[in-house]
């Protein structure tokens, strides 16, 4: 708890400092109980910034492979994920994904906040894409409240394929929670797909990005030219 809290500070410090954060809306956001987090996802930094900036501490999913590197780097970013409660999940094996929904419920249950990003992965080209069905599957399974995030700016931190990060201003938009019947998995496919909209309309509300009617793919598979 105290590495996070360290760590918590000094990005808060980098962020609000040195990039001139601006984040509105917190008075939006539960101050006990589970919460589910939904947010845009612009840059690989994203999770970490709504960590440090929210007022409770966040958990969050990312790629296993950020942990699995070789040598100092993978340790390194074990450290800092096991400090920030990002779990890393292979996302390439879909009975690992569907573990990583359990855990999520698990999270929740104890009344933890959980952040998820619909889209799946990161846009690159700015648009808002279409959300995948698991944030609804996680409102209706546990009755906890959704609270969507805009993020606007936050591209611009890191170009892709660098590891350098770039001083810029960026904002953190926090909307109202958003409540949704807890159902367990009586819930229907019809029901996820219409709550899973209704959470990503509220996001774009609050990004002010145009939405894409479709699945967005990994920014590996963008540059490999196939599907994720």
Not at 30 to 47: C, K, M, R, T, Y
Not at 84 to 113: C, M, T
Not at 147 to 173: A, C, D, W
Request: proline letters at 5%; glycine letters at 8%; hydrophobic letters at 40%.
């Amino acid at each position: 708890m105290q590495t996070y809290k360290l760590i918590q500070q000094a990005i808060t410090a980098v962020s609000k400092g040195i990039c001139r954060a601006r984040v509105t809306g917190l008075e939006h956001f539960p101050v006990e109980g589970p919460v589910i987090v939904a947010s845009n996802h612009l840059a690989f930094l994203d999770s970490v910034i709504i960590s440090a900036l929210m007022p409770r501490r966040v958990a969050f999913f990312a790629k296993a492979e950020y942990v699995n590197s070789p040598g100092f780097k993978g340790k390194a970013m074990k450290k800092i994920f096991e400090a920030i409660d990002i779990i890393p999940v292979n996302r390439s094996d879909r009975s690992e994904s569907v573990k990583a929904l359990d855990q999520a419920v698990e999270v929740l249950n104890e009344d933890r906040v959980f952040g998820i990003y619909p889209e799946g992965t990161r846009s690159l080209d700015g648009y808002l894409y279409k959300g995948k069905i698991g944030v609804a599957w996680l409102a209706h399974m546990t009755g906890a409240p959704v609270v969507p995030i805009g993020l606007i700016g936050t591209e611009k931190l890191q170009k892709q394929g660098s590891n350098m990060v770039y001083p810029h201003r960026f904002t953190v938009r926090v909307g109202e929670p958003m409540y949704f019947e807890k159902t367990g998995a009586k819930m229907t496919g019809k029901q996820r797909r219409e709550t899973t909209d209704q959470i990503m309309t509220a996001i774009a509300h609050l990004s002010g990005q145009a939405q894409k009617n479709e699945y967005n793919i990994s920014p590996s598979a963008a540059r490999d030219g196939g599907d994720s």
